[in-house]
């Protein structure tokens, strides 16, 4: 829905405000409005505003001039300073989050604005707030598409890429140990319930290094995702540098480069898993509970078309290759079995490492136990 007063290709704006206030995944999924944002106006200055500790993805991102960070879980009182600084600052807000908040910033920020809204009645304000509106939750569209939509009344958009992070040299520490060729796992999970567990990962890591691949296991620096690797490392029982953790030692564009030179990537529904199917390299993506059709891996330059299915066990777009759960409830698109972060998913509890060992072999081009080349 688009009000008159701002005809396709009529528009020129100059300064540009993008609002995302979700998590790390979010924001890299944002990467493909704003590339095509600065393609319609070359000449305009991009910034993004989210929560602090986000938006470490857009670090160094050629589109963007500049991040604006908002500590997580302010309130408006401290928010003022930033509110000042915001007002009628911009020409246009695209704003790709349907939070309360982010409209509010998007209203603050700019006299044009274009927006999502949750398809439902209680939403009104924010559309009577928004020049152009973009329903969510209608044909169970990819948020991709979703947010490259509110570009639509100033630009025709046939395709869409994820831009990654610009590599940054790697750790001494790790160039040390790095061999090649080599397979990147993450294999910790921001939630519970879309977690495999650590065992089948020690399964998988014990088939490729036989197969003759160094294994990394990345990860970030919290005590929980050092806890899980560490797990991994234990289960496996394989000598370093064989079986080698990474978690907590890289920064997103150094994890870009570590990506972009592996042979594969193997990994849950992750934020990593996103960065991986960015890099152009091949991925594996377990999938448990979350529909794809809405958050499955943008794989290099796709037409703005779902790339996934609802179900199936095994599913391939670009270099993608996603495999989801036997039960018959896949995807039931909650928080788990018993609907709550903390939940376990029957659905990746039961996603036998076989599988994965075997579309990693074929992805790798080996056979069981043949050196890797």
């Not at 080599?182 to 519970?192: D, E, F």
């Not at 991986?276 to 891996?297: E, K, N, Q, S, T």
């Not at 777009?317 to 995807?331: A, D, H, N, R, Y």
């Not at 081009?365 to 890797?372: E, L, T, Y």
Request: net charge positive; aromatic share 6%.
């Amino acid at each position: 829905m688009t009000r008159s007063g701002n005809p396709k290709g009529r528009a020129e704006f100059q300064r540009i405000l993008v609002i995302c206030t979700r998590q790390i995944g979010d924001v890299l999924l944002t990467t493909p409005l704003i590339h095509a944002a600065k393609r319609r106006w070359p000449n305009a200055s991009i910034d993004v505003l989210g929560f602090a500790g986000t938006l470490g993805m857009l670090k160094g991102n050629p589109d963007v001039h500049e991040l604006v960070e908002v500590p997580a879980g302010s309130g408006w009182l401290r928010s003022i300073s930033l509110i000042r600084r915001l007002w009628r600052r911009y020409d246009l807000a695209l704003v790709a989050q349907s939070s309360d908040r982010a409209h509010l910033y998007g209203w603050v920020a700019a006299r044009v604005r274009s927006g999502q809204v949750p398809d439902e009645p209680r939403a009104w304000w924010k559309r009577a707030l928004l020049d152009h509106v973009v329903p969510l939750g209608v044909n169970h569209s990819h948020v991709v598409i979703e947010k490259m939509r509110m570009l639509s009344p100033w630009a025709d958009l046939a395709d869409a890429e994820v831009v990654p992070p610009p590599a940054r040299e790697l750790p001494a520490q790790l160039t040390e140990q790095l061999r090649s060729p080599y397979v990147v796992m993450q294999v910790p999970s921001l939630v519970r319930y879309k977690q495999w567990p650590a065992a089948h990962f020690a399964d998988v890591a014990r088939a490729l290094v036989n197969d003759g691949f160094q294994v990394l296991l990345s990860g970030g620096p919290s005590e929980a995702d050092r806890a899980i690797v560490g797990e991994v490392v234990r289960m496996a029982a394989l000598p370093a540098p064989a079986l080698f953790p990474v978690a907590g030692l890289l920064d997103l564009n150094q994890l870009t480069a570590l990506l972009q030179g592996a042979r594969l990537y193997i990994g849950p529904d992750t934020s990593v898993t996103h960065l991986a199917a960015a890099c152009d390299i091949p991925v594996i993506a377990l999938f448990g509970p979350i529909d794809p059709r809405l958050w499955g891996p943008w794989s290099g330059r796709l037409p703005l078309e779902i790339p996934y299915v609802q179900r199936g066990l095994s599913q391939r777009s670009g270099k993608v290759i996603l495999l989801q759960g036997t039960p018959p409830c896949v995807p039931c698109n909650q928080a788990g079995c018993d609907r709550h972060n903390a939940s376990r998913s029957e659905c990746l509890e039961t996603m036998e490492p076989a599988r994965v060992i075997e579309q990693a072999r074929a992805a790798l081009g080996v056979s069981p136990g043949v050196a890797a080349r």
